[in-house]
């Protein structure tokens, strides 16, 4: 039974989580669905509206004037077609309080490119918001930190002009009254992660088609249903990572939705038949 108006609240948002816990699942599963069974899986085939899960290399565009388009990686000031970069910060630090790397910022850059397969070649305009289920990137430079700069060092002039560039707020520093540990990350500690594109990568691409016009022909990107995810894990890798994240999804939303229907369930009655 609920123990009183309190409890009854947190137990219903805990269903509302957990529900909304299953639906992204679905939402991923489904993902996962057209990722290994999509409506073509070679550039040859692929027609205006059709959602595709293509693996090819990529190829840099031209402009006007010859000359390759691309965009300037702003971490490691490298030229290619796709940079995307994220920062995380240590909250918490100290004790009695729950500590871990937090995101603090994200974002992308991003040139149309072509990616061909060896039976044609397909334009992909990364745009959209990079959020969950709506602009994704698998990669692998995504999940090692390219750089860490403690609280304590001064932030090297790159760094600096990097996160003055993006707009990332200031480091929130530790506090000087509360107790911390000589080990491990501080408070106020950064990381930061990139993860570029470039002509000769490897790439795996999951999105829908749209039609631009005879000249430019077809261009894969998201769209409604489709999302579009890039990849250079390969799709089985992808589509790895997809389900392992359904199946965790399921696990997080069935669990907060038994904890917080289980006490009306419990005292529904029974009747023997």
Same mark, same amino acid.
């Given at each position: 039974m609920y123990s009183g108006p309190i409890d009854v609240l947190i137990r219903f948002g805990a269903v509302l989580v957990g529900v909304g816990f299953?639906?992204?699942?679905?939402?991923?599963?489904?993902?996962?669905?057209?990722?290994?069974?999509?409506?073509?899986?070679?550039?040859?085939?692929?027609?205006?509206?059709?959602?595709?899960?293509?693996?090819? @290399? %990529?190829?840099?565009?031209? *402009?006007?004037?010859?000359?390759? &388009?691309?965009?300037? +990686?702003?971490?490691?000031?490298? $030229?290619c077609v796709f940079a995307a970069w994220r920062i995380e910060e240590f909250f918490g630090h100290e004790v009695a309080t729950q500590d871990g790397w937090t995101d603090h910022a994200s974002g992308y850059d991003a040139e149309a490119f072509e990616l061909t397969d060896g039976s044609g070649t397909i334009a992909v305009d990364v745009s959209g918001d990079w959020?969950?289920?709506?602009?994704?990137?698998?990669?692998?430079?995504?999940?090692?930190?390219?750089? @860490? %700069?403690?609280?304590?060092? *001064?932030?090297?002039?790159?760094? &600096?002009?990097?996160? +003055?560039?993006?707009?990332?707020? $200031?480091?929130?520093?530790?506090?000087?009254?509360?107790?911390?540990?000589?080990a491990g990350p501080k408070q106020g500690d950064r990381r930061y992660y990139e993860a570029t594109i470039d002509s000769g990568d490897d790439l795996f691409v999951s999105g829908v088609v749209s039609e631009r016009d005879a000249e430019t022909g077809l261009v894969v990107t998201g769209g409604g249903d489709d999302r579009l995810l890039v990849s250079d894990q390969g799709r089985r890798g992808a589509t790895r990572s997809r389900l392992f994240g359904v199946v965790v999804l399921s696990v997080v939303g069935l669990l907060l939705c038994w904890y917080g229907a289980a006490p009306l369930l419990r005292s529904v009655p029974i009747t023997p038949t």
């Open positions: 299953l639906v992204q699942a679905g939402l991923v599963l489904r993902q996962s669905i057209t990722m290994a069974a999509p409506a073509a899986d070679r550039i040859r085939d692929a027609t205006g509206g059709d959602a595709v899960a293509i693996d090819g @290399t %990529v190829r840099a565009t031209r *402009d006007d004037a010859g000359g390759l &388009r691309t965009v300037t +990686a702003p971490l490691s000031g490298d $030229d959020e969950f289920l709506e602009t994704e990137f698998d990669l692998a430079g995504l999940d090692s930190p390219h750089r @860490t %700069v403690s609280i304590d060092e *001064d932030v090297p002039p790159e760094i &600096r002009d990097f996160e +003055a560039a993006v707009g990332a707020e $200031d480091r929130t520093p530790a506090a000087i009254d509360v107790p911390t540990s000589d």
